[in-house]
Structure formats: C-alpha cells, structure tokens
Nanobody, 121 residues
Framework: QVQLVESGGGLVQAGDSLRLSCAVS????????VGWFRQAPGKEREFVAT????????YYADSVKGRFTIDRDNAKNTVYLQMNSLKPEDTAVYYC??????????????WGQGTQVTVSS
C-alpha cells in the first residue's frame, strides 16, 4: 500500500524560501506522477506542480513558475518542492499526491495528510 508523508512546512516571511518533502513508501512506478497541490482557507484545492517519477516530465501552475521547483530523489523515494520568493498568497496547506499526472485532483487517487505553509507579509 502506497503512503505519502509531507514535511517541511512552517511559518516564514515574504521573500523567504522553504523546501517541502514528500516521502513515498510502497511500490513506485516510473510512469506515475507525484504532484503538489495546495488549499488556502476558504478556497478550493489547486494544482501547484507535478513530476513523473522518472523525472522526464514536470509541470507547474502559472502562479508558481519561476519561483517553485519540483524534483525527486529516487534513492530516497522522496519528491521535493523548493519554494523561493514566497508570497503571502502562497499560504495554504500543501499536499502531495500520486497518480496518472495532469492538473486535476481526480487524477491523483493517493494523498498525503498535508503540511501547513504560512507566509507573513
């Protein structure tokens, strides 16, 4: 059974950086994707970035392009989200999820519990 566990969230100031980690346990498949989504209070969960486990494809939401980088370490079964130049509007609970890829929540059947990121102005 696949499990995903996020870590690395916290409280930072605008302009700071933070790196989130998503540890994936269980069997992995190179053709599947691990994505990051976020949900701010009172808003719907939204796509942030995704990477094919093989590393051959990455996609970003327009709102984070140039600031966030998704990467993975296959040896550690971990996917990272490096977040630079953070803004208050990046404040949300960040979730990682595994699935077939794409930008839709429904494409990712397996989810972690989430980690809170708060960016103060």
């Amino acid at each position: 059974q696949v499990q995903l566990v996020e870590s690395g969230g916290g409280l930072v100031q605008a302009g700071d950086s933070l790196r989130l980690s998503c540890a994936v346990s269980g069997r992995t498949f190179s053709n599947l994707f691990v994505g990051w989504f976020r949900q701010a209070p009172g808003k719907e969960r939204e796509f942030v970035a995704t990477i094919r486990w093989s590393g051959s494809e990455v996609y970003y939401a327009d709102s984070v392009k140039g600031r966030f980088t998704i990467d993975r370490d296959n040896a550690k079964n971990t996917v990272y989200l490096q977040m630079n130049s953070l803004k208050p509007e990046d404040t949300a609970v960040y979730y990682c999820a595994r699935g077939l890829g794409g930008l839709r929540i429904g494409d990712y059947p397996t989810w972690g519990q989430g980690t809170q990121v708060t960016v103060s102005s």
